[in-house]
């Protein structure tokens, strides 16, 4: 099955810095790959996704690239602003279930 | 909440209690998922159902289980076979033909258990 593998598991960043973290997936067959924000206490919420027919996607201040032969995937903050600061996950899809990375704590200093 | 609703939002169990947590979305997704959540951790898969009276087994179902008698509806017992119980527990649902890989998830606001 799928495992996804996600660094790292803490990140502290300075406000108007860039964020990057970075996964990776065993499952060649995977084809979408979502990344979620999760707020202390709160449900995980979907802030992008990527399908493996696209190599980069962005939305705003919120990049996400996908490399199908290393089969890897990041996510890419820039400008940091203190409402970044949560815990992202990344995921990969296998077999109509989504397999989710540890997670980072993203923490942005003032 | 989005569409999906998760009850209590707090349980306190007693050691050797079964207790069922509630899971409810109205969104018309034919699958959903529950997940669970230990702290600093990231998400577990514990149960999947893609169809009504269907149902798999996740990476760690062992001492739980699961009913889909309704699209509507997928709860969660948790059994006294479940030795470490105390988590937060999280049930999602995906919509269209129920492959995640199309929409991807929606998530309900969790269930914190508590074994007293």
């Known amino acids: 099955g799928e495992n996804v593998e996600q660094h790292p598991s803490t990140l502290s960043v300075q406000e108007g810095d860039s964020a990057v973290i970075k996964c990776t997936y065993s499952?060649?067959?995977?084809?979408?790959f979502p990344w979620y924000k999760q707020e202390l206490g709160k449900r995980p919420q979907l802030i992008i996704d990527?399908?493996?027919?696209?190599g980069e996607k962005k939305d705003q201040r919120i990049a996400v690239t996908l490399n199908k032969t290393a089969k890897h995937f990041s996510l890419h903050i820039t400008e940091t602003q203190p409402e970044d600061s949560a815990v992202y996950f990344c995921?990969?899809?296998?077999?109509?279930?989504?397999?989710f990375g540890s997670g980072t704590r993203l923490s942005i200093r003032p | 909440d989005g569409g999906i609703t998760q009850s209590p939002k707090y349980l306190f169990r007693k050691e050797g209690q079964n207790v069922t947590l509630s899971c409810e979305q109205n969104?018309?997704?034919?699958?959903m998922y529950w997940y669970r959540q230990d702290p600093g951790q990231g998400l577990r898969l514990i149960y999947y159902?893609?169809?009504?009276?269907?149902?798999q087994k996740g990476d760690i179902a062992e001492g739980y289980s699961v009913s889909r008698e309704k699209k509507e509806s997928f709860p969660l017992t948790v059994t006294s076979a479940q030795k470490n119980p105390t988590a937060f527990y999280l049930c999602a649902s995906s919509g269209g033909t129920g492959d995640p890989t199309n929409y991807g998830y929606t998530f309900g606001s969790g269930t914190r258990l508590t074994v007293v």
């Open positions: 995921a990969g899809s296998s077999a109509s279930k989504i397999i």
């Open positions: 990527i399908r493996s027919n696209v």
């Open positions: 499952d060649s067959a995977s084809n979408y």
């Open positions: 159902s893609q169809i009504v009276n269907d149902f």
């Open positions: 969104l018309n997704h034919d699958a």
